[in-house]
């Protein structure tokens, strides 16, 4: 293989991939849609549009294999966030190359995965690589706003998808540390499971200069007090007290021995604190809580008649929601209404005893010795929810090495891929499906 050429044709393919404008609202993904349905047409790999509704376009594409093992399913995500482009250095869909990076919405979210995994298909055929299974390529519409009209839909309506082995999605990344060594490999198994919660506060409206005690602002924020003090108890999973277990060699003596039985640390208070200082670490230990919209008054002379409040709840999964409301219930009071307005799925960990895992594995051992494949469970939530569901084995693992640093750039400002990266994550994809479909 000449990856060099690869790179360079991969490299062109994302700058104009990214040029093609699918910000949802509204998405437009049969844009982008179209734009692989090109590529795959042009090397004879069929695929097939589906749009659901105006403009909503995924495309499902497959490489054939002699179907003795089940397929597996290479997921990405046409659509990405909106820009706040005044604040780009670039054009954020102008698809530049700048100092060894490609710069754009979604060169990382998750243009440059669609277009690694395309890469992916092309070279194993232009290989003739003999497959014992289908590798399935999906580009989904719709991730950003709840996968109603790309991967929920899908699951619905194309029966190859649910018959997956085996599915690797967004997620989790090659961890450089601050030197731009590699660190650990973070492969998530599971997700957080949403619970979003309206809080609501009645009282009498009037006028402001003669303050009354039935102000729905005053109950509200006192309601509210005693609930962003919560510390919800901690709820260890097999597979978190794993990545803790597997991170401990990497820390200083002190922590390390907290890092390997993370249950019997939690009980230090010190370390406990310190720990969950760290916002992810802190996600991956607890059921958590985020206010995010307060909304009430609209003038200031004006008592209003109400006011409402929104929580974003991530629980571990396997938390009871019930239990969860009724302590939340208590520490609200009897005077706030509380509405659930969404609540996801809780699915069990996808399992780790696996050729995909180990695949992953064996390719971090020879790619980078000495660094940990690492099961994270992701603090947010991506359309692999929908497909643990349906019982596929489903991984977090973007292909690709990043700083923290770098990572801050998903959903921000100057989004960028380093070059290098697309060359990475297209060797370490064709090594790992030879691994495990041949
Ligand atoms: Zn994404």
Redesign the pocket.
């Known amino acids: 293989m000449d990856w060099d050429q690869l790179l360079n044709v991969a490299t062109h393919y994302l700058q104009d991939y990214i040029r093609v404008n699918t910000v949802n609202p509204p998405g437009n993904e049969i844009e982008g849609a179209k734009f692989f349905k090109k590529v795959f047409d042009s090397e004879s790999i069929p695929c097939e549009l589906f749009e659901p509704s105006q403009g909503r376009g995924s495309l499902l594409a497959i490489l054939k294999g002699n179907g003795t093992k089940d397929p597996i399913l290479l997921l990405n995500?046409i659509d990405v966030v909106p820009v706040e482009k005044e604040r780009w250095e670039v054009d954020p869909f102008g698809g530049i190359v700048k100092d060894g990076y490609l710069y754009g919405r979604g060169a990382l979210?998750?243009k440059s995965m669609g277009i690694v995994e395309m890469m992916a298909l092309l070279i194993l055929k232009r290989e003739k690589i003999p497959l014992k299974r289908d590798i399935l390529f999906f580009a989904a519409a719709d991730?950003e706003t709840g996968g109603r009209w790309g991967i929920q839909w899908a699951l619905d309506h194309i029966p190859l998808l649910k018959q997956s082995a085996y599915a690797l999605n967004?997620g989790g990344y090659v961890m450089l540390d601050e030197t731009g060594r590699p660190d650990r490999y973070e492969v998530s198994n599971a997700q957080k499971v949403i619970l979003q919660i309206k809080l609501k506060a009645r009282g009498t409206s009037g006028h402001a200069s003669m303050p009354h005690s039935d102000n729905p602002n005053v109950k509200l924020v006192q309601a509210l007090e005693p609930l962003t003090k919560w510390e919800t108890p901690y709820h260890i999973l097999p597979t978190v007290k794993d990545y803790f277990l597997k991170m401990a060699p990497k820390q200083p003596a002190r922590e390390r021995e907290f890092f390997e039985d993370i249950e019997k640390g939690l009980r230090d208070p010190s370390f406990s604190v310190w720990l969950t200082s760290n916002p992810i670490f802190n996600a991956m230990v607890r059921d958590t809580i985020s206010l995010t919209v307060l909304q009430a008054g609209s003038k200031v002379n004006v008592i209003p008649s109400e006011s409402t409040a929104t929580l974003d709840c991530r629980l571990i999964p396997g938390s009871s929601k019930e239990e969860f409301l009724k302590r939340l219930k208590g520490r609200l009071g009897d005077e706030i209404e509380v509405e659930v307005i969404a609540e996801g799925q809780s699915h069990p960990p996808s399992s780790l005893k696996t050729d995909l895992f180990h695949a992953i594995d064996r390719f971090a051992a020879e790619s980078d010795p000495g660094c940990p494949v690492v099961p994270l469970l992701l603090p947010g939530a991506t359309d692999s929810r929908f497909l643990r569901e349906k019982g596929v084995i489903t991984y977090d693992f973007c292909p690709f090495r990043l700083t923290e640093k770098e990572l801050m750039r998903v959903h921000g400002n100057d989004e960028r891929i380093a070059i290098e990266n697309l060359g990475f994550g297209m060797r370490m994809l064709v090594k790992i499906l030879k691994d495990v479909a041949t």
Do not use: A
């Open positions: 995500h979210d998750n991730e967004e």
